[in-house]
């Protein structure tokens, strides 16, 4: 998957300028793709040269004017034959703190520890993150009455993709902690 798909993903939701987006990605796209907000900019760029997305400006009185990108119908076929192509491969994880935790035995293992301290409160603070989003989005419905209503489901399916990973985060890291405490205390 590419940037641009992810990009052309979140602007199924409507138009959107290029600092909405990378709020959107780091509140909800993040569950499933990580970017700057430097690499959006240069992939709003080459996907409007491509006639992928056009972009509006929107003239504000006391502030830079700002620029509004949406989908063409060229976008629209993009996304259309993105989604029905096969996946490609699984997942892998490619985690620098796994790293570190395999060499915990013969490295610092209380640096090892409070890395992995700081992994379960980003964690917590971003499974709370996507808990205010999701109940935005249901609205003080039931999830069967927001999967009947919703015009779109995409975006809480992939939600709760994302905070099912935070939660196994969490408790990864906890089991992992209290292990290396209780290795600690033996030694």
């Known amino acids: ?20 987006l990378a709020k959107q990605f780091d509140a909800s ?12 900019y240069r992939e709003l760029e080459r996907m409007q040269a491509e006639g992928l997305i056009a ?27 993105y989604a029905a192509e ?8 490619r985690d620098e703190l796994l790293v570190k ?3 915990a035995d013969v490295g610092d293992i209380e640096a090892v520890r409070a890395a992995i301290g700081e992994s379960v409160e980003w964690a917590r ?5 996507y808990e205010r989003l ?3 989005l249901l609205k003080g419905r039931t999830e069967d009455a927001y999967f009947a209503e919703a015009e779109r489901v995409g975006p809480y399916l992939t939600l709760l993709r994302g905070m099912a990973f935070e939660r196994e985060n969490i408790q990864w890291g906890e089991i992992a902690l209290r292990r290396l405490e209780r290795r600690r205390e033996r030694t």
């Open 1 to 20: 998957m590419a940037l641009r798909h992810a990009v052309m993903a979140a602007l199924l939701g409507g138009e959107a300028s290029g600092y909405d």
């Open 29 to 40: 796209v993040a569950n499933f793709w990580m970017a700057t907000p430097q690499q959006l």
């Open 55 to 81: 972009a509006r400006v929107v003239e504000q009185e006391r502030r830079p004017n700002k620029r509004l990108f949406s989908l063409t119908a060229a976008g629209m076929a993009a996304v259309r034959a």
């Open 86 to 93: 096969p996946p490609g491969k699984p997942t892998t994880i």
């Open 101 to 103: 935790v395999q060499c």
């Open 125 to 129: 603070a971003k499974l709370a993150r």
């Open 134 to 136: 999701r109940e935005r």
